[in-house]
Nanobody, 127 residues
């Protein structure tokens, strides 16, 4: 059974940092690009960040570039999103997702590329 389980969400003040982690099981993880998405209340889900399976390439939405860092550990089956200088507009449920197996250096921003999704973790940034 494939499971993607996010953890580490919480309530922080604006300007703080927070790291959320996605643990993957039941899936051949090492050859898949991974992504983070988020959905704020009343808004559509949006792409946040993606990392290639070899970790050589990352891609971010403009609104988080320079503040968020995505990383992965293929041996330990996790993906992390380190978030700094958090803003109230970063408040959302954050989801991790895995693509189908990809070529080296591939990142994906479109949600339709992703086959497996976690249940999400809430991040709330207070002003």
């Amino acid at each position: 059974q494939v499971q993607l389980v996010e953890s580490g969400g919480g309530v922080v003040q604006a300007g703080a940092s927070l790291t959320i982690t996605c643990a993957i099981s039941g899936l051949a993880f090492a050859n898949r690009a991974m992504g983070w998405f988020r959905q704020a209340p009343g808004k559509e889900r949006e792409f946040v960040a993606s990392i290639s399976w070899d970790s050589h390439k990352t891609y971010y939405v403009d609104s988080v570039r320079g503040r968020f860092t995505v990383s992965r550990n293929n041996a330990m089956n996790w993906v992390r999103l380190q978030m700094s200088s958090l803003k109230p507009e970063d408040t959302a449920v954050y989801y991790c997702a895995a693509t189908a197996p990809t070529s080296i250096g591939v990142v994906r921003a479109g949600s339709n590329w992703y086959e497996y999704w976690g249940q999400g973790t809430q991040v709330t940034v207070s002003s």
